[in-house]
């Protein structure tokens, strides 16, 4: 039994064809889909930046604003993927049977999870792209190198879209889906050295989040990128999140499979 | 090829349930070849084994002579699926559900878009080309997703209860495109609740009850293999029953009325009149429902 939740699935190009059914949807309703992206970064800046930055001043010699800039963005990649592949993936499968409508055609149910996992990875993307214009206005990114936040949002998103593909492989409910949201998402949003320096954490606390708080990873390497301040840790972030996404990119194809398959 | 689809000993099980126990079918090319029987029966149990969406528990199954275990994807490229429950892509119009779905099959744009104007108008849905999905009637969208089922232009066609719900106009139509598919040569595998619809359409069909099948046949067979030819009618009087019982003529009671199965109605129905004082008499031929009923009990399946 478990050794068939971590088999290797089979999987082909046609996981393209339910990605791309996923992004004609989101183009069809491009203009609601649009102004989030832009309005959140205006409202955590002004909010955290200028209003928490004005009293906090400096993070060792890095502005306030430009510390939590690159947070705001690891935030983002978390929720727009966490969020599709939980409640977005949830109303597909369940509400609007368009897994089953799929699985009817030579695409295999492996193959449709596969490109939802892909379509959520690619929201943080698209999200990420729209969000940097703002951050670059504001001035608090560095530039060229902040556009590495783009490719790096693929995959950062494809980690929080396994883990959410998970959630909803095993959820009963819509409603369950809310306990994740709530016991893990907003945790990590605190406590992943996002609007605070992991380090004034207790050592054990930080242990913690360093193991298994996926977001600390993605922060610390947003945050390398955007003050273009490379250090060889974040190659072990980068392991991390390599490894986690794949183990967790089978678990979730075989989760699902086992829920849909009776 | 001598067979579509061959089944030899099937089972399938939920936990301790058996919802399939034990069936063998035979489907040959360019028949209709329907499945009737009682809510729960296990037809779209059935269905689902046989377009690879359910893996079977036992026995042995083939399609086009592939296991689809092991060859979904090359089965699922040949057959086109009407499923019970509709599920159609509410994020999309009538004309782009069937392009989005002729894509899962890789079939490319230019030719799915040309076949989607041509499904729609043998669908009679070109009106409704550009409508959202939620925007059509019941009986539109059984239609639609009879369309769909076409994209790939399936050899084998599996409908689940294709006209559920459907207005006497609707399952005409669709009667009409089942029977013109047909003669098309392709194979069609349905289920069905309605007798009538089993009669028109069906060149062969089994009857299944609590997952198995009791019996198999044209609709003409079974109904003189298990009925007879004709049914004789009468009001459930205890004047025209005791009569009945004093000539030695076996009957069923359904309710109001008193039922004769026999070979020879207008004798029946002249004794009936005759000797019993029968206020009404209605003599019938039997029907593929009688057979039904017969077989399956009259109770209410769950
Ligand atoms: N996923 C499942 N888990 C457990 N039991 C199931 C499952 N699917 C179907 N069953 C059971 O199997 C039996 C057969 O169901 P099936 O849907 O095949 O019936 P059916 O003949 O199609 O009925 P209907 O005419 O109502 O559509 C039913 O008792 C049903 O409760
Ligand atoms: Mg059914």
């Excluded at chain 1, 068939?4 to 309703?29: C, E």
């Excluded at chain 1, 913690?208 to 974040?234: D, E, K």
């Excluded at chain 2, 070109?126 to 925007?135: A, F, Y």
Aim: charged content about 20%.
């Amino acid at each position: 039994m478990i050794q068939d939740l971590f088999a290797i699935p089979r999987l082909s190009g046609n996981a393209w064809t339910v990605w791309k059914r996923n992004l004609d949807v989101f183009q069809k309703t491009w203009r609601v889909n649009l102004v989030p992206p832009f309005i959140e970064p205006f409202l955590y800046l002004i909010a955290l930046g200028f209003g928490l930055g004005g009293f906090v001043g400096y993070i060792g010699d890095v502005p306030y604003i430009d510390f939590i800039a690159p947070a705001i963005v690891a935030v983002s990649i978390m929720n727009s993927a966490f969020f599709e592949c939980t409640y977005g993936s949830y109303v597909r499968m369940y509400y609007g049977k368009t897994f089953d409508a799929i699985i009817a055609t030579p695409v295999s149910i492996e193959e449709v999870i596969a490109g939802e996992l892909l379509w959520g990875a690619t929201r943080s993307m698209i999200y990420t792209s729209l969000m940097l214009p703002v951050l670059i206005l504001f001035g608090v990114v560095n530039v060229p190198t902040s556009l590495l936040l783009i490719p790096f949002a693929f995959l950062g998103g494809l980690l929080f879209a396994c883990i959410a593909m998970c959630f909803t492989a095993v959820t009963p409910s819509i409603d369950a889906l809310n306990y994740p949201s709530f016991l893990f998402i907003t945790p990590m949003l605190l406590f992943s050295g996002t609007f605070f320096p992991i380090t004034v954490l207790p050592p054990a606390l930080q242990a913690f989040a360093f193991a298994v708080l996926p977001l600390t990873h993605v922060v610390s390497i947003c945050r390398g990128i955007t003050l273009t301040l490379f250090t060889p840790f974040m190659l072990l972030d980068l392991a991390w999140i390599a490894i986690v996404t794949t183990v967790l990119f089978i678990l979730a194809i075989n989760l699902m499979k086992r829920r849909l398959v009776v | 090829m001598e067979t579509v689809i061959e089944a030899s000993n099937l089972v399938k099980q939920f936990g301790s349930f058996r919802a399939v126990d034990t069936i063998n079918f035979s489907v040959r090319p360019g028949e209709v070849f329907g499945f009737l029987g009682p809510n729960g029966a296990g037809k779209t149990t059935t269905m689902k084994m046989i377009q690879c969406a359910s893996p079977r528990t036992s026995g042995s199954l083939s399609v086009f002579g592939l296991d689809p275990g092991t060859h979904s994807h090359e089965i699922k490229a040949m057959i086109g699926v009407v499923p019970q429950e509709t599920n159609l892509d509410t994020e999309f119009s009538t004309i782009e559900n069937l392009i989005v779905y002729s894509r899962y099959f890789g079939i490319p744009k230019e030719v799915a878009e040309e076949r989607a104007e041509k499904l729609l108008d043998f669908v009679q849905l070109t009106e409704k080309r550009d409508v959202n999905i939620e925007k059509l009637s019941g009986g539109m969208k059984r239609r639609l997703i009879l369309a769909r089922a076409l994209v790939n232009q399936p050899k084998l066609l599996i409908l689940d209860e294709p006209t559920i719900g459907l207005d006497p106009q609707a399952r005409h139509l669709i009667w009409e495109k089942l029977k013109l598919l047909r003669s098309l040569g392709n194979t069609i595998v349905l289920t069905t609740h309605y007798l009538e619809e089993a009669e028109r359409l069906c060149d062969r069909l089994v009857i299944m009850n609590n997952g198995t099948i009791l019996v198999e046949g044209s609709p003409a067979e079974l109904v003189r293999d298990h009925v007879g030819s004709g049914i004789v009618e009468a009001e459930h009087s205890p004047e025209v029953v005791e009569c009945l019982s004093h000539m030695g003529i076996s009957y069923e009671v359904t309710g109001d009325i008193v039922q004769v199965v026999t070979d020879n109605p207008r004798l029946v129905a002249q004794e009936l009149l005759r000797k019993c004082d029968a206020k009404q008499v209605l003599t019938r031929a039997a029907t593929l429902e009688d057979v039904f009923l017969k077989l399956t009990g009259r109770g209410l399946k769950e």
